[in-house]
């Protein structure tokens, strides 16, 4: 098969959908990769490093996108992308079609077969290709949460690991899936005192199982939650309702109870945010300060460290591009029903009911698209 990658062209995005590896990987079994020139630059991946994988390098993305047979992205395509996706092409990238509908009529239109990372499944109940992205969000968030609370920036002017004679920080993770192990653990590790609160007593169970000792666990009931909040140093906002918009866990009233200079990072900001106060922010001016807590609400944090965040998606992604390489999309999304589960649209339909329910779109099953 003919692998194509353009450069990514969203504003301040950094990642690319092809580490060299993955390159490698794809002309070790015998396809061909074309690379849009200067692609992998904003991830530290020079034009060298994938001409020594074996892939071959052109000027503009109009040749990559003429020239291969599956495209792999990160971001979904803009206007300006989806007017050169053809009949037959396969698209595999991150596409978020459901608050979308003029990019799902773009992609329906086009006829091209569109994978979504983000629909794609596991066998434990979980999204593979988008948890690496919660893992670099959940281990950044005690990192951007130290500079906050650093004095110059607003903060209280506190050391999350505290100095022999002085107490660490407080840290109150809300909502222990994955972003919220990830920053208790960074954060535990940079010796403050961590509190992980949740809804679910399983994932609580699992998490005083696994890490007992390293942090604390707490049932996020309001009482419990308002109580440790006020304590805290800092606040990280990490919980998930799949499908639904983020709760909010603390109102603008409740912020008048919080140690002055303390700071909240909500990670969940891609989801409407969980705290009342919260509004996106970007990383050229990440921090705003309501009622004098400081908030940092980025809504796509994996931008901040885009070599770590190319690495850990082309890994996670690699074994499914392969496959859709080396069987085809058809015979790959047979074998796999988890990859099946990511097929949104193909040949002019949309293929993923939840898409269809937002948009008031008529729906192919996946499994009669394969019978197409
Ligand atoms: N800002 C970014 O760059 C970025 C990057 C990655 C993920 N995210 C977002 O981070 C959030 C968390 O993602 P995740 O992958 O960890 O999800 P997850 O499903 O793994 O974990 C969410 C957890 O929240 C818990 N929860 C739900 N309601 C709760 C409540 N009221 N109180 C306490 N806990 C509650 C759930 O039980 C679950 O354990 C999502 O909104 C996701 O979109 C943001």
């Given at each position: 098969m003919?692998?194509?990658?353009?450069k990514?062209?969203?504003?301040?995005?950094?990642r690319?959908?092809?580490?060299p590896?993955?390159a490698?990987?794809?002309?070790a079994h015998g396809?061909t990769?074309?690379?849009?020139?200067?692609?992998?630059?904003?991830?530290?991946?020079?034009?060298?490093?994938?001409?020594?994988a074996g892939?071959q390098m052109?000027?503009?993305?109009?040749e990559?996108f003429?020239?291969?047979?599956?495209?792999v992205?990160v971001?979904?395509?803009?206007?300006?992308?989806?007017?050169m996706?053809?009949?037959?092409q396969?698209?595999?990238?991150?596409?978020h079609?459901?608050p979308d509908?003029?990019?799902?009529?773009?992609?329906?239109a086009s006829?091209?077969?569109?994978?979504?990372?983000?629909t794609?499944t596991d066998?434990?109940?979980?999204?593979?290709?988008l948890a690496p992205?919660?893992?670099?969000?959940?281990r950044l968030?005690?990192?951007v949460?130290?500079w906050?609370?650093q004095?110059a920036?607003?903060?209280r002017?506190?050391?999350?690991g505290?100095?022999?004679?002085v107490g660490?920080?407080?840290v109150?993770?809300?909502?222990?899936?994955?972003v919220?192990t990830?920053a208790?653990?960074?954060a535990?590790?940079?010796g403050?005192?961590?509190?992980?609160?949740?809804?679910s007593?399983?994932?609580l169970?699992?998490?005083d199982?696994v890490?007992?000792g390293?942090?604390?666990?707490?049932?996020a009931?309001?009482?419990?939650t308002?109580e440790?909040v006020?304590?805290?140093d800092l606040?990280?906002?990490?919980?998930?309702?799949?499908?639904?918009?983020a709760?909010?866990?603390i109102?603008r009233?409740q912020?008048?109870?919080?140690k002055p200079g303390a700071?909240l990072v909500?990670?969940?900001?891609?989801?409407?945010?969980c705290?009342?106060?919260?509004?996106?922010?970007t990383?050229?001016?990440?921090?705003?300060?309501v009622?004098?807590?400081?908030?940092?609400?980025?809504?796509?944090?994996?931008?901040a460290?885009a070599r770590t965040?190319t690495?850990?998606l082309?890994n996670a992604?690699m074994p499914?591009?392969?496959a859709?390489?080396?069987?085809?999309w058809?015979?790959?999304c047979?074998d796999d029903?988890?990859?099946?589960n990511g097929?949104?649209?193909h040949a002019?339909?949309?293929?993923y009911?939840a898409?269809?329910?937002?948009l008031?779109?008529d729906?192919?099953s996946p499994?009669?698209?394969?019978k197409?």
């Amino acid at each position: 098969m003919h692998i194509g990658c353009p450069k990514e062209i969203k504003p301040q995005e950094f990642r690319v959908g092809l580490t060299p590896n993955a390159a490698r990987e794809a002309v070790a079994h015998g396809h061909t990769v074309t690379m849009e020139a200067g692609a992998g630059v904003g991830a530290g991946f020079t034009d060298a490093d994938y001409a020594d994988a074996g892939a071959q390098m052109v000027g503009t993305a109009a040749e990559v996108f003429a020239a291969a047979d599956m495209i792999v992205k990160v971001k979904e395509p803009q206007a300006i992308e989806r007017k050169m996706l053809r009949e037959g092409q396969i698209l595999f990238t991150y596409l978020h079609l459901a608050p979308d509908p003029e990019q799902t009529h773009d992609l329906i239109a086009s006829g091209a077969t569109c994978i979504a990372y983000e629909t794609v499944t596991d066998d434990r109940g979980g999204l593979p290709l988008l948890a690496p992205m919660s893992e670099v969000a959940g281990r950044l968030a005690p990192q951007v949460g130290a500079w906050t609370l650093q004095k110059a920036n607003g903060g209280r002017g506190v050391l999350m690991g505290g100095v022999p004679g002085v107490g660490p920080a407080k840290v109150v993770v809300i909502g222990g899936g994955v972003v919220g192990t990830h920053a208790a653990k960074i954060a535990a590790g940079m010796g403050s005192d961590v509190t992980v609160l949740d809804r679910s007593l399983p994932r609580l169970r699992y998490l005083d199982d696994v890490f007992g000792g390293q942090f604390k666990t707490s049932y996020a009931s309001a009482g419990n939650t308002i109580e440790l909040v006020r304590e805290a140093d800092l606040v990280v906002g990490a919980v998930l309702i799949p499908g639904a918009a983020a709760p909010k866990l603390i109102s603008r009233a409740q912020l008048s109870e919080m140690k002055p200079g303390a700071a909240l990072v909500d990670v969940a900001i891609d989801q409407g945010g969980c705290f009342e106060t919260s509004k996106a922010t970007t990383h050229q001016d990440p921090i705003y300060d309501v009622d004098g807590i400081m908030h940092y609400c980025v809504a796509n944090m994996p931008g901040a460290v885009a070599r770590t965040s190319t690495i850990a998606l082309g890994n996670a992604t690699m074994p499914f591009m392969l496959a859709l390489a080396d069987k085809g999309w058809r015979q790959a999304c047979e074998d796999d029903p988890h990859l099946l589960n990511g097929l949104n649209v193909h040949a002019g339909k949309l293929t993923y009911f939840a898409v269809g329910k937002a948009l008031g779109i008529d729906v192919l099953s996946p499994q009669l698209a394969l019978k197409a």
